[in-house]
């Protein structure tokens, strides 16, 4: 395909721009469905929505992963820097989920909390999974803003979470309410997080949700652990919630089984849910939670709502997870991944950039701090071959670059399979010029 004439690239953007609708299209910024901005559509959407992110309890918990504790601070700092308003560290003292000994080192928390206070001042710190009045102490001492006390979703079951087998719903409930009182008095914001919710009924989350309500939580978290609740059963939950406890925030936490968390989330905030826990790369145990960058991207620029992190800083962040867990997602991950914006090698990928970037691509990569990328393959024709030729600063005569193809194609035929380095290329190119 040849380099189109300015006339022809006005003539196929004028018909581009044809279907965009504003908001929906923003240039330089996202082009997507406008069905996602039509209330009519999509439900009425939150005009923000506060995420609130888990990753530094997920890197005390994700099996096998033991980060050094200034790897793990370094990471801290470059979350907090991303703006997300809302911070879970790792649980000090006695572990959150087990009252034996073997929590973290009260001082590492301390430090974990200055780096927060440091970077970013206006996040909302959360002490998780807090089962006992000393641990709520302990958190407030630290210096928490606010602490999460864990519902289960049973009665005697309970016990598979806690030392002993606990006689009833009810004292479950009553231990609950308890805590909550605690948190209250000592001024942190408390947050309950009704874990398992896939296992509760209508009856039992109302009951539960108004007297949780009286004892004065300031929000019910609906966690999702096994990831058996969908899209429209989370919304329903949130609905249930609201309706039993009107005075209370609902959170979700949803957990990505079935390749859902992003969608749970978006239900859940339709229905009226103010806070999306979500994590860096997805990181937690089992199948992860909801992207941190995805969950971002997905209400900023499908929907319009507003999430307040610095978007650019997002995939930055999520090197630096993947660094300090040693697990590297997949090279497609959404929004952050090095292939998510790379639509192979071929010369139309150049034609569409050069018509308009916000066509395969419906957001703009430089938004979240991504690039996109057209690498050398034997679909490469003479386009993609001239833009690797300028983007390393090498002057060819234009009658050569057909050569330089052939050879590249010619390279590529004898590998069988691979990508050309830009060494290999510049090899190849080195080669043609001296001939």
């Known amino acids: 395909m040849d380099k189109l004439t300015d006339a022809e690239v006005d003539l196929l953007r004028e018909d581009v721009n044809r279907s965009r609708v504003p908001g929906a299209y923003e240039s330089g910024r996202w082009s997507v469905a406008p069905a996602n901005r039509d209330p009519e559509v999509t439900g009425e959407m ?23 504790h200034e790897a793990k601070l370094a990471f801290l700092r470059a979350l907090a820097r991303s703006g997300v308003p809302e911070i879970v560290l790792g649980a000090p003292g006695p572990s959150a989920r087990d009252p034996h000994p073997g929590g973290r080192d009260p001082d590492a928390v301390r430090a974990e909390l200055a780096v927060v206070r440091q970077e970013g001042p206006d996040a909302l710190v959360h002490c998780p999974f807090t089962s006992t009045l000393e641990g709520i102490d302990l958190a407030a001492d630290l210096g928490f803003d606010a602490v999460q006390v864990a519902m289960p979703a049973f009665g005697p079951a309970s016990g598979i979470y806690r030392a002993s087998i606990p006689a009833s719903r009810a004292q479950i409930v009553a231990e609950a309410a308890a805590l909550v009182r605690r948190g209250k008095d000592r001024g942190l914001r408390v947050a309950v997080p009704f874990t398992m919710v896939s296992f509760v009924s209508d009856e039992m989350l109302t009951e539960t949700a108004k007297a949780i309500s009286e004892a004065g939580a300031d929000e019910i978290t609906l966690f999702d652990g096994p990831g058996g609740v969908g899209p429209e059963a989370y919304g329903r939950l949130v609905q249930t919630t609201l309706a039993a406890a009107p005075g209370v925030e609902v959170g979700i936490h949803p957990h990505n089984t079935f390749g859902l968390g992003v969608a749970c989330a978006v239900a859940a905030a339709r229905a009226g849910a103010s806070v999306v826990e979500s994590s860096v790369n997805g990181y937690c145990g089992g199948p992860g939670n909801a992207d941190l960058a995805a969950t971002a991207a997905a209400f900023e620029a499908l929907y319009g709502v507003h999430t307040g992190l610095r978007l650019a800083e997002l995939t930055g962040l999520a090197r630096a997870g993947a660094e300090v867990t040693g697990r590297v997602p997949a090279v497609n991950q959404p929004i ?14 150049m034609v569409e950039r050069a018509v308009d970037p916000l066509m395969h691509n419906s957001v703009e990569p430089g ?10 393959t034997a679909q490469s024709g003479p386009l993609v071959v001239a833009a690797a030729l300028r983007r390393l600063g090498v002057d060819v005569d234009p009658s050569l670059v057909p050569v330089i193809v052939e050879r590249c194609r010619a390279e590529l035929a004898t590998r069988g399979s691979g990508l050309l380095t830009d060494e290999e290329f510049g090899a190849i190119t080195r080669s043609v010029l001296t001939a």
């Open 46 to 68: 939150p005009g923000h929505i506060r995420l609130r992110d888990t990753s530094m309890r997920a890197i005390e918990s994700l099996p096998g992963v033991t980060a050094p």
């Open 367 to 376: 938004l979240f701090g991504n690039e996109r990328r057209v690498p050398l």
């Open 336 to 349: 952050t991944g090095p292939d998510a914006f790379c639509w192979g090698g071929g010369d139309w990928v």
